[in-house]
Nanobody, 125 residues
């Protein structure tokens, strides 16, 4: 069983920055592709970014490309999302997810069995 806990969300003005963290326990973190999703009220969760098991490969949604950076520290069982130049449309609950079936995550929700509880990011204008 894998448990994931996000932290670092909050309120920030447009143009500002936040860094989110995801702490994992259980399982073997270094084997998993890890992915960030986000969800606004009433909408489906959408893909944000993913990172491979060793951090060697990353993929970003077009909406955040060039502004967000994803990283992981397998020695500490953590993954991070650095968000820069935030926009009001980035407002959402951000979730981390673990793909225990593969070392490379995908954008498809159904591939993930383990999710964190989410952390709220609010960007004001």
């Amino acid at each position: 069983q894998v448990q994931l806990v996000e932290s670092g969300g909050g309120l920030v003005q447009a143009g500002g920055s936040l860094r989110l963290s995801c702490a994992a326990s259980g399982g073997t973190f270094s084997n998993y592709g890890m992915t960030w999703f986000r969800q606004a009220p009433g909408l489906e969760r959408e893909f944000v970014a993913t990172i491979s098991w060793n951090g060697g490969s990353t993929v970003f949604a077009d909406s955040v490309k060039g502004r967000f950076t994803i990283s992981r520290d397998n020695a500490k069982n953590t993954m991070s999302l650095e968000m820069n130049n935030l926009k009001p449309e980035d407002t959402a609950v951000y979730y981390c997810a673990a793909d225990v079936k593969s070392g490379y995550g995908t954008k498809f929700l159904d591939q993930y069995d383990y999710w964190g509880q989410g952390t709220q990011v609010t960007v004001s204008s």
